[in-house]
């Protein structure tokens, strides 16, 4: 009973796992990002790092305003990120600072979008109406949204001349922890309208959040939009990817000695799950590997243990005298064995 619990634990196992590749696979081909989008050192023509940025003198035009958009519950920060926020601001004195509350976003939403509002009061999990408020405030306001554990390293001016700007993630596809966008973008307003079709609920908290309003969510949004516009030089400058050597998450620092970012993690609502998928996008190929070995050793291990048919003899019955002892075996015909012993000396 034991062995076979533990073959369909190992069987389960094995298609969860096969499950969790294939979907990553498919995910990892469809959310591909072409080499072209992403942004590069050459293409910001920033070589002083500290200084400020002035995109006039370079010829170019900035097309996202001077906005910091960030979400708390109330307009009290907590401690731990306040001096993070605090220290962006710093450095950027001339960016507007919009902070986002929970009673604020409402409002927002109810003045501003209000086909959309019943969708976001119904949703399961605060951090949905968290995600979906930065889309709903680019798309309006256009700007820079800016994650609490998120800190500065560089003056973002340099990146205010592109449309879009989206952060490379892992294991794969964009994250929504951070974004750059010009005001009234199509990009936007296809995210905006689009999380009404993808609100669903997935049972478990992680893949709801995830596909519903999260990174996941903006990364299809992501496909979708490449996906039907035409691939060009102008199509590849519409959104632009930020490389983890700018982005500066989950980087040595010898990955990234020029990011505009520091990170100091503090997404603890989906940090386990997060870090068990990536770990699952890593090493579930060889896991998956492994469980097939264990489970193939396991059934011919059984197979080996199963007895064969089981010949019974039928009894035989000693008949004695002094010259030889004869048996029968009934039921058999001349079935008799005889073994002659010697005569007892005279």
Request: proline share 7%.
């Amino acid at each position: 009973m034991r062995r076979r619990t533990f073959h369909i634990y190992l069987s389960l196992l094995a298609a969860v796992l096969l499950g969790t590749i294939i979907v990553l696979g498919s995910f990892s081909y469809y959310l591909a990002i072409d080499n072209a989008a992403y942004l590069t050192e050459e293409e910001l023509d920033a070589p002083d790092y500290d200084s400020r940025w002035n995109a006039t003198q370079h010829g170019k035009v900035e097309r996202i305003p001077r906005i910091l958009h960030q979400t708390w519950k109330t307009e009290t920060l907590p401690t731990r990120w306040k001096g993070i926020s605090d220290g962006c601001r710093e450095m950027m004195p001339d960016y507007e600072y919009m902070l986002w509350t929970d009673a604020g976003s409402r409002e927002f939403i109810a003045e501003n979008y209000s086909w959309f509002l019943d969708t976001f009061d119904a949703y399961t999990y605060p951090i949905q109406r968290a995600d979906a408020i930065r889309y709903f405030v680019l798309h309006h306001y256009g700007g820079v949204y800016i994650d609490l554990d998120i800190g500065c390293l560089r003056p973002l001016d340099p990146l205010l001349v592109f449309p879009v700007i989206l952060p490379k993630t892992i294991p794969v596809g964009v994250s929504n922890d951070l974004m750059f966008s010009e005001k009234g973008h199509p990009f936007m307003a296809q995210t905006i309208h689009n999380l009404v079709t993808f609100d669903h609920n997935w049972i478990l908290n992680y893949p709801t959040v995830m596909f519903s309003t999260g990174p996941m969510f903006l990364s299809a949004q992501y496909g979708i939009y490449t996906a039907s516009h035409p691939t060009s030089l102008e199509t590849l400058g519409d959104i632009r990817i930020l490389p983890k050597s700018l982005y500066g998450k989950n980087a040595q620092l010898f990955e990234a000695p020029h990011s505009f970012f520091s990170h100091f993690y503090g997404s603890s609502w989906h940090a386990d799950d997060a870090a068990f998928i990536g770990f699952l996008g890593t090493w579930g190929k060889g896991l998956l590997v492994i469980g097939a070995i264990i489970l193939l050793l396991v059934d011919t291990k059984e197979r080996k243990m199963v007895p064969g048919p089981r010949i019974v003899r039928p009894p035989r019955f000693r008949i004695h005298d002094p010259t030889h002892i004869a048996y029968f075996t009934p039921g058999l015909t001349n079935a008799r064995e005889t073994v002659t012993t010697p005569s007892a000396p005279g």
